[in-house]
């Protein structure tokens, strides 16, 4: 059963063809391509290797970026044995089996590097049980993960590692692991140069993605360069990388409402697209949207909460694809609307206010008394009508009594803001005139 963890398992067939991600598959970490940030000599795993003192590591990063050659190149320069399982197919029975095997391998002086692809998908009490051999040095553990560590890992495993964030492969890291496939295939590509940048745009960072699609360019029978458009008939664009539900989802939406708050409609536009092209629903986009215009454009521009709300209803009335053209207007008008969020921390400053005050009644003069027994317990008693009032303003206390009169809506003097700012001040002194503050 070990044999199918172990990495020294022998191939059925020695013979078969091997595909080319293998074939290329880099033999020590200096041959590795991209994540310089954690690989190069003043870099986590950089200080490590040279200081003889490596620790358990979580890999957070995109597919295809080099998690698992990264751990299998680490245990080779370490001297650790290399056992790679996925958490997707291992069961408890399993596990320990794995750490059985560790613990007997330790006894005759070996240790054991355990690589964890997904580790993600253990649920927490399978996380628990990698720690009593993480802490007694059975195993060192490497995990990699797609999702963010902070919420699918347990913090006793987090506080035994070191995260190390990959970052997807850039256009020079793609052309490079192309002149190195040329190279092992003996031949250039029969792309011409615009079907090779072509090319790289469809591998969107993912390096193994790029030599799946190389192989299959490889194998096309041609004797003249291809264009974009032969490339495309002949290849089907990767999808791009999203899921609605984990990191991707939420990274998206971010990129989005910053953009908006930032007053850039064009980098707006462009994450509000990458959000639709990636599956997203508009609906969710609909209400977002309209959060955006609640949360940081608020009073500066009242009418951008109803320009939200039309294009909106708009999408429910003509669906997709044209509903979502009312959408990209309602971004656009955001990201150039005036921005505000006077209103949002007023808020929060008076919810702040009454979870502190608890159930201090209002004061009396301005509670209805509509019993006489009410009426004899001062309600109402004192309350001061505003319209009768000069100016139309009492300047009466609405806090309770005792409580010190909180100032919570600071307008800025932006938009249609500016007006209201001049309307506040101008109450201020009033209530300041009439020593009522």
Request: aromatic letters at 8%.
């Amino acid at each position: 059963m070990a044999d199918l963890f172990d990495s020294g398992a022998k191939a059925a067939d020695t013979m078969a063809p091997r595909p080319l991600a293998d074939r290329l598959r880099p033999q020590s970490l200096s041959d590795v391509i991209g994540q310089e940030q954690v690989l190069g000599p003043d870099a986590p795993l950089g200080i490590m290797l040279s200081s003889g003192s490596l620790s358990s590591l979580i890999f957070w990063g995109p597919p295809g970026v080099g998690k698992t050659t990264i751990a299998r190149l680490l245990a080779n320069e370490s001297d650790l044995h290399f056992v790679q399982i996925s958490a997707i197919f291992t069961g408890v029975p399993d596990l320990r089996k794995v750490f059985e095997a560790a613990k007997m391998r330790r006894q005759n002086g070996k240790g054991t590097l355990l690589f964890v692809d997904e580790i993600h998908r253990f649920n927490k009490a399978q996380q628990d049980g990698f720690l009593p051999y993480m802490e007694d040095g059975t195993i060192l553990l490497v995990g990699a993960t797609t999702e963010n560590p902070s919420f699918e890992l347990n913090a006793a495993v987090l506080s035994r590692s070191q995260v190390l964030i990959l970052k997807r492969l850039d256009e020079g890291d793609l052309e490079r692991l192309i002149q190195r496939a040329e190279k092992e295939l003996g031949k250039p590509l029969p792309l011409a140069p615009d079907a090779r940048d072509a090319l790289i745009n469809m591998a969107d960072g993912d390096g193994r993605a790029l030599l799946n699609l190389i192989e299959q360019i490889a194998a096309w029978k041609t004797d003249k360069k291809l264009g974009v458009d032969d490339l495309t008939k002949r290849l089907m664009k990767r999808a791009a990388k999203y899921d609605k539900s984990g990191d991707e989802h939420y990274n998206l939406i971010s990129a989005l409402h910053k953009s908006v708050r930032g007053s850039d409609p064009d980098a707006a536009l462009y994450w509000y697209a990458r959000m639709l092209t990636g599956g997203e629903d508009p609906r969710y986009l609909a209400r977002r949207i309209t959060r955006m215009a609640v949360e940081d454009i608020g009073l500066a521009d009242p009418q951008a909460h109803r320009v939200c709300l039309d294009a909106w209803e708009t999408y429910e009335r003509l669906g997709s694809p044209e509903g979502e053209l009312a959408l990209a207007q309602a971004v656009t008008y955001l990201a150039l609307a005036p921005k505000s969020n006077a209103g949002y921390v007023a808020y929060k400053a008076a919810m702040n206010a009454a979870k502190k005050t608890g159930s201090e009644p209002p004061p009396a003069h301005i509670l209805n008394a509509p019993t006489t027994l009410m009426k004899e317990q001062g309600f109402g008693a004192g309350y001061a009508y505003d319209h009768d009032a000069e100016d139309g303003f009492s300047g009466q206390n609405y806090f309770p009594d005792g409580m010190k009169r909180g100032v919570y809506y600071l307008p800025v003097d932006r938009g249609f803001e500016r007006d209201l700012k001049k309307r506040v001040d101008y109450f201020a002194g009033l209530r300041t005139k009439r020593g009522k503050s």
